[in-house]
């Protein structure tokens, strides 16, 4: 089996979902804009549930892919953490149909038959110890409270930037900028300055 036609299948997936809700797509209009067979699709995906579910299980592999490959070791703690979060945000610009997918799947998880549910959370789990050895770098160097666990710290700050990216896709407009976030996440929302 080729990958290139399942990749191909995806991205054609990923680029349909950008003018139209996921019911809209069909599995004819999908082999149409991947040049494959409709049977092609099938030697793949068992349906369109699993088809639509990989392309959104597949942007946790990203992530934690662009995650662990743009981690510039000259940079401060701080500044690692910016890069990061600059990364997810502009991923998640880059492919804002796939994080409307990621985020309509993870309301949904409850209902995902066993096999589904633990391949998600365990795709899940990968990006957020991604983002959690990044703070661990903080715990060690004193900047990040060490009395909650990384992993938690790590669902905080994503919660954080997910609610920004849903903002701006709702209003149209940055409320937040990445560095405010990183800001309130390290350091509060308390007063700056003593007064």
Same mark, same amino acid.
């Given at each position: 089996?080729?990958?290139?036609?399942?990749?191909?299948?995806?991205? &054609?997936? %990923?680029?349909? +979902?950008? #003018?139209?809700?996921?019911?809209? !797509?069909?599995? %004819?209009?999908? &082999?149409? !804009? $991947?040049?494959?067979?409709?049977?092609?699709?099938?030697?793949?995906? *068992?349906?369109?549930?699993?088809?639509?579910?990989?392309?959104?299980?597949?942007?946790?592999?990203?992530?934690?892919?662009?995650?662990?490959?743009?981690?510039?070791?000259? !940079?401060?703690? %701080?500044?690692?953490?910016?890069? +990061?979060?600059? %990364?997810?945000?502009?991923?998640?610009?880059?492919?804002?149909?796939?994080?409307?997918? =990621?985020?309509?799947?993870?309301?949904?998880?409850?209902?995902?038959?066993?096999?589904?549910?633990?391949?998600?959370?365990?795709?899940?789990?990968?990006?957020?110890?991604? /983002?959690?050895?990044?703070?661990?770098?903080?715990?060690?160097?004193?900047?990040?409270?060490?009395?909650?666990? @990384?992993? $938690?710290?790590?669902?905080?700050?994503?919660? =954080?930037? *997910? $609610?920004?990216? *849903? *903002?701006?896709?709702?209003?149209?407009?940055?409320?937040? @900028?990445?560095?405010? /976030?990183?800001?309130?996440?390290?350091? #509060?929302?308390?007063?700056?300055?003593?007064?």
């Amino acid at each position: 089996m080729s990958s290139d036609k399942k990749t191909a299948i995806l991205a &054609a997936v %990923e680029e349909m +979902v950008k #003018g139209r809700r996921f019911h809209e !797509v069909t599995m %004819e209009d999908i &082999a149409k !804009v $991947a040049h494959v067979s409709k049977g092609t699709i099938y030697t793949y995906f *068992r349906d369109k549930d699993e088809l639509f579910f990989q392309l959104a299980t597949e942007g946790f592999d990203k992530l934690c892919q662009l995650l662990n490959n743009h981690l510039p070791e000259s !940079v401060s703690f %701080e500044g690692k953490l910016l890069n +990061v979060c600059q %990364e997810i945000s502009g991923f998640f610009e880059k492919h804002k149909p796939l994080m409307r997918m =990621m985020l309509e799947y993870e309301g949904r998880t409850a209902s995902f038959h066993r096999q589904m549910h633990s391949n998600w959370k365990n795709k899940r789990l990968r990006m957020v110890q991604a /983002v959690a050895g990044i703070l661990d770098l903080g715990v060690a160097g004193g900047q990040v409270r060490s009395d909650l666990p @990384s992993s $938690a710290l790590a669902e905080l700050l994503l919660g =954080m930037l *997910r $609610a920004r990216g *849903r *903002r701006m896709h709702q209003e149209g407009e940055e409320i937040l @900028s990445i560095k405010s /976030v990183v800001e309130v996440f390290l350091h #509060g929302t308390g007063k700056t300055g003593g007064s």
